[in-house]
DNA sequence: CACGAAAATTGGTCTAGGCCAAAATGATGG
DNA sequence: CCATCATTTTGGCCTAGACCAATTTTCGTG
């Protein structure tokens, strides 16, 4: 006989919960039993088998590919301090950060950027794409926008593997105070496709923006991190 | 005839923006068709409307309770910097910030707390459990974990309204620095029974470790945000 | 008219199963 | 021994409908 607290969960609530046991001392990458056999083995059906572990999913205590099953993740150590570079800082973590340029171009000012990087709607900006990577793993999506001429900015970001250091050392552009922004967001078909997470799976949604040691925002950045791999780490003086 | 990328989109993901642009002029608080009547209306079973719906839910824009129906959001205005005391953060944005007070009181400091505010374990340590409300709903449930002899801490905070407010006037504790992190979390029972989301509603779990100016570690607090209200703001110099 | 009980409405949970697509597996021919 | 193709396995998406619980509405009664 159950406690009325317990029979009170729903039913998909307690099979993740048992799933959770039988995961929690397996290695990264291990299988677990298929969804059908899961159903079978809970006296349940698989709808309600695919809902806790869907939770699971987005959680990062599993991942599933299709054809092949669903298994063990590796623990979500992804630990990234956001502070000055995330290349710079991924290395003192010992974790090799790389980021994949996929878009520099130059672009004339929409209303709202033009707005937030003070300068007049229609100006030309530069916009810089990539796809960050951590230990080969897609992580992040990035779109930033950045004011001011910046000649030949393709080269220099793709030379220095990093937006931060290409400002510092070709354009003598400290950025010296940011204001983020953190809020949840759900996947949709672009984070499938780009960081290969699952519809629907929670994410990061972080806004930057970057000033200048004389206060001039130049820097406007849109980033969407993977909710399961990704923990973002502010340290600040008040 | 449609186009292949668009026919690759799952039904409901389609059907949820659908909804979106019914949704998008309506004010906060207009119910929309019921999860019946759109199954019939866009041709599909009622699954894959809730499932169209929870996304939607879950980003905040829909609300929707058992028996009454499925209403339009308040838009996610709850932006609250994160820097100082949340109190006194929440006032100049013209919202009514509040703490419901769960819980005050001392115990002995267990290894992993012990280890976080650099005391011995065993060591008498303050718990403060809150639910933070913001004009009236329920935004975060927060618990806190401060060092130090704090006498009458529980009269202290519940005059002052504030904890920060508190061990600033009360106990000439500053706090001058803090490291953040930030990471996703589901719902679970204890979120829905505290904050009203619903179970696996895609949350911020947010831990924050406080130093005086000598760099003494005094605050440790684990709080859960609702992230379908809740937008973190932190500005810093690098 | 006010109140309380009954009925209808609406979301909440779950089942059983079908069809598809991707991956792994195994058979087959060079 | 290896490449290729068909088969099987596994997750991905969806349907149709049952039953429950919370809420609102309706309606009868005092």
Redesign the interface.
Known sequence: METPAAAA??KY?VLKEQILTLIEDAAPGTLIPTERALAEQYGTSRTTVRQAIG?LV??GRLDRTQGRGTYVAPP?VT?VRQ??SFTDDAASQGLTAAARIVDVSVLPADPATARRLAVEPGTEIHRVERIRLVDGEPLAHEVAFLAGPLPDLARTVAERGSLYAALREDYEIR????????????A??AEVQLLDVE??A???LVHRLGFTPDGQPVEWTESVFR??R?????????
């Open positions: 969960l729903p609530y939770e987005s959680e979500k630990h502070l000055t950025i010296s105070e940011v204001e983020d922004t953190v809020e949840t967001k759900l949709g078909p519809m629907g929670p994410m990061l909710g399961d990704f923990r973002f780490v502010a340290r600040m003086h008040v």
